[in-house]
């Protein structure tokens, strides 16, 4: 790929350490995330992927290394300042705000912004995305379900009109249904806005049909990356993130020789 | 009958004043879960602060009842940067025991500065009386009871209709997700602050012609106004004003109808009975969180 054709790096961790008290989460990560594009991070419990996330957005500070966004080193920086410049987490959980209204969690979302106007059509086109919640529209976000509280924690990061989502666990306590539409609403948010996403999911075969490149965490590493097309041909990823069963010994000799895990 | 309407409307303007200070409790418990013991003695402050502006200045009336509570909104942005702010994250009660120490603190320093008598500040309420038919009303308690009105519908527009106030409501939900909304939470916990004085000195103000300004007022008024948060249901905003009416209330019947004594008891019996019957209090908001 000649240089005209690769897309701007709009997101650049360069050897992040990050510590949870006296454990360190993270060991060590680099990552890219180019203009346009889904990237996924892919992991078992414990690997990390939630630390990356909090790191970048803010909420935990780095040990080591640098994180660039935009061409602007952003470690160290106050959440909120980092959001103002554009980038927005939906977090693990939803955390909406419970006693507000869904209007008033869509208002929030866009705290930073000062142009009424365009905040007015951007909740527009998140009812468009999401339609139950405009039947919603007064009631608490507290009342509603798992999947439509999803629903509203992704509509309120997209208020903020960012430049890169970080998506936590979309999928979290879903059901396969719902799993589905949210993910054809994430393709169409990068696809209608071109919006970059950092996607981190357990469910891996519904994030390597999302995503246009993977990175693969273990225990605070990056053990694996590539697209998402070879990813999912890869026979390791089959085997322990999409659940494909080999027979024989051959896996058992795989796992000793893969020099990462540890 | 007309003692009765009058022992209501002084127990009521008593009450707002319990109210107003409760109203503070809350909403500084809400927006950081923080219990600041020295809310009474934030009152107390304002009260002297206002006194020093009217009574030894001689500014006007209202413009020393602003510069008060100007003051002291900025006095409580103060107290929470200096007292609060570098504790937060250790356990409640190393924060509890700061805020009990800023309330000595207060009393003590106030004590050296304007001395242990009692003042009054001379109101445009102070003396006259409204009269219905027979019903005698004094001035000074309907000032109270108006302006406590008048304060509950401004906050309440505030933290209803404005996105500032909305943030506050959403900060003190759910801190982490307001950090995720690029709210400046730590910018929202000091106004907060600085509300909660501001209106606790507003209490002051309007209590200096019924009750008089001195030293202890804030830990005896203090005492009163905590078990109306706790009545109203702590971390409801109209649960604060209405417990703090409630107690006024009883404790003003009590004095008149009871033998002595009955009136300091009574409102804390009411509590129990209330906090036994409904332990989460009036207006106790249950956080149902689906999964």
């Given at each position: 790929?000649?240089?005209?054709?690769?897309?701007?790096?709009?997101?650049?961790?360069?050897?992040?350490?990050?510590?949870?008290?006296?454990?360190?989460?993270?060991?060590?990560?680099?990552?890219?995330?180019?203009?346009?594009?889904?990237?996924?991070?892919?992991?078992?419990?414990?690997?990390?992927?939630?630390?990356?996330?909090?790191?970048?957005?803010?909420?935990?500070?780095?040990?080591?290394?640098?994180?660039?966004?935009?061409?602007?080193?952003?470690?160290?920086?106050?959440?909120?300042?980092?959001?103002?410049?554009?980038?927005?987490h939906?977090?693990?959980?939803?955390?909406?705000?419970?006693?507000?209204?869904?209007?008033?969690?869509?208002?929030?979302?866009?705290?930073p912004?000062?142009?009424?106007?365009?905040?007015?059509?951007?909740m527009?086109?998140?009812?468009?995305?999401?339609?139950?919640?405009?039947e919603?529209?007064?009631?608490?976000?507290?009342?509603?379900?798992?999947?439509?509280?999803?629903?509203?924690?992704?509509?309120?990061?997209?208020?903020?009109?960012?430049?890169?989502?970080?998506?936590?666990?979309?999928s979290?306590?879903?059901?396969?249904?719902?799993?589905?539409?949210?993910?054809?609403?994430i393709?169409?948010?990068?696809?209608?806005?071109?919006?970059?996403?950092?996607?981190?999911e357990?469910?891996a075969?519904?994030?390597?049909?999302?995503?246009?490149?993977?990175?693969?965490?273990?225990?605070?590493?990056?053990?694996?990356?590539?697209?998402?097309?070879?990813?999912?041909?890869?026979?390791?990823?089959q085997?322990?993130y999409?659940?494909?069963?080999?027979?024989?010994?051959?896996?058992?000799?795989?796992?000793?020789?893969?020099?990462?895990?540890r | 009958?007309?003692?009765?309407?009058?022992?209501?409307?002084?127990?009521?303007?008593?009450?707002?004043?319990?109210?107003l200070?409760?109203?503070?409790?809350?909403?500084?418990?809400?927006?950081?879960?923080?219990v600041?013991?020295?809310?009474?003695?934030l009152?107390?402050?304002?009260?002297f602060?206002?006194?020093?502006?009217?009574?030894?200045?001689?500014?006007?009336?209202?413009?020393?009842?602003?510069?008060?509570?100007?003051?002291?909104?900025?006095?409580?942005?103060?107290?929470?940067?200096?007292?609060?702010?570098?504790?937060?994250?250790?356990?409640?009660?190393?924060?509890?025991?700061?805020?009990?120490?800023?309330?000595?603190?207060l009393?003590?320093?106030?004590?050296?500065?304007?001395?242990?008598?009692?003042?009054?500040?001379d109101?445009?309420?102070?003396?006259?009386?409204?009269?219905?038919?027979?019903?005698?009303?004094?001035?000074?308690k309907?000032?109270?009871?108006?302006?406590?009105?008048?304060?509950?519908?401004l906050?309440?527009?505030?933290?209803?209709?404005?996105?500032?106030?909305?943030?506050?409501?959403?900060?003190?939900?759910?801190?982490?997700?307001?950090?995720?909304?690029?709210?400046?939470?730590?910018?929202?916990?000091?106004?907060?602050?600085a509300?909660?004085?501001?209106?606790a000195?507003?209490?002051?103000v309007?209590?200096?012609?019924?009750?008089?300004?001195?030293?202890?007022?804030g830990?005896?008024?203090?005492?009163?106004?905590?078990?109306?948060?706790?009545?109203?249901?702590?971390?409801?905003?109209?649960?604060?004003?209405?417990?703090g009416?409630?107690?006024?209330?009883?404790?003003?019947?009590?004095?008149?109808?009871?033998?002595?004594?009955?009136?300091?008891?009574?409102?804390?019996?009411?509590?129990?009975?209330?906090?036994?019957?409904?332990?989460?209090?009036?207006?106790?908001?249950?956080?149902?969180?689906?999964?």
């Amino acid at each position: 790929m000649d240089a005209a054709v690769t897309p701007e790096i709009i997101l650049k961790l360069s050897n992040i350490e990050s510590y949870y008290g006296p454990i360190m989460a993270i060991r060590g990560i680099s990552l890219e995330v180019p203009r346009g594009r889904i990237v996924t991070l892919l992991g078992a419990n414990g690997a990390g992927k939630t630390t990356v996330l909090k790191t970048i957005s803010g909420i935990l500070d780095p040990q080591k290394g640098a994180i660039e966004f935009m061409g602007k080193p952003i470690q160290r920086m106050e959440a909120d300042k980092i959001v103002r410049l554009g980038l927005s987490h939906v977090p693990e959980g939803r955390e909406v705000f419970p006693f507000l209204s869904v209007r008033e969690n869509l208002t929030m979302g866009a705290y930073p912004r000062r142009d009424r106007v365009g905040v007015a059509e951007d909740m527009e086109r998140v009812y468009g995305y999401f339609p139950r919640l405009k039947e919603r529209i007064n009631q608490p976000a507290g009342q509603l379900s798992g999947g439509e509280q999803q629903m509203l924690a992704i509509g309120r990061a997209l208020m903020n009109r960012p430049t890169l989502l970080l998506l936590d666990e979309p999928s979290l306590g879903l059901s396969p249904i719902l799993v589905k539409e949210i993910f054809t609403i994430i393709r169409r948010v990068n696809e209608e806005q071109g919006m970059s996403i950092l996607l981190v999911e357990q469910n891996a075969k519904v994030a390597l049909e999302t995503a246009h490149y993977g990175y693969v965490l273990e225990i605070g590493r990056i053990v694996m990356n590539d697209t998402c097309d070879r990813l999912m041909h890869s026979k390791d990823i089959q085997e322990f993130y999409l659940g494909a069963k080999e027979q024989g010994a051959r896996g058992e000799r795989r796992w000793k020789k893969k020099k990462t895990w540890r | 009958m007309l003692d009765f309407v009058q022992q209501l409307v002084s127990g009521i303007a008593l009450g707002c004043v319990y109210g107003l200070i409760a109203l503070g409790f809350v909403l500084v418990y809400k927006a950081t879960e923080v219990v600041n013991f020295a809310q009474g003695d934030l009152m107390m402050l304002g009260g002297f602060f206002a006194f020093t502006f009217i009574g030894m200045m001689g500014l006007n009336y209202w413009v020393g009842f602003a510069a008060a509570v100007a003051a002291m909104a900025l006095f409580g942005m103060l107290a929470e940067r200096v007292v609060v702010r570098p504790i937060l994250g250790y356990p409640q009660f190393s924060i509890i025991m700061a805020t009990i120490g800023l309330g000595y603190f207060l009393r003590s320093v106030s004590g050296m500065i304007w001395g242990t008598d009692d003042f009054k500040i001379d109101t445009p309420f102070s003396q006259g009386v409204l009269r219905i038919g027979s019903l005698v009303l004094a001035h000074d308690k309907l000032s109270v009871i108006s302006a406590t009105v008048i304060l509950c519908a401004l906050l309440y527009l505030f933290f209803n209709k404005t996105t500032l106030g909305t943030a506050m409501r959403a900060s003190s939900e759910n801190m982490l997700a307001a950090y995720y909304m690029g709210i400046p939470v730590k910018r929202v916990v000091s106004i907060v602050w600085a509300i909660s004085a501001a209106v606790a000195t507003c209490a002051g103000v309007l209590l200096a012609p019924i009750t008089f300004i001195h030293s202890n007022v804030g830990l005896v008024l203090g005492l009163k106004a905590f078990p109306a948060a706790v009545l109203g249901g702590f971390g409801s905003i109209p649960g604060a004003v209405v417990g703090g009416v409630l107690i006024g209330v009883i404790e003003s019947m009590a004095g008149f109808y009871l033998a002595e004594g009955w009136k300091d008891v009574a409102p804390y019996i009411v509590l129990l009975a209330v906090l036994l019957l409904k332990p989460e209090g009036l207006f106790g908001l249950h956080l149902r969180k689906k999964v």
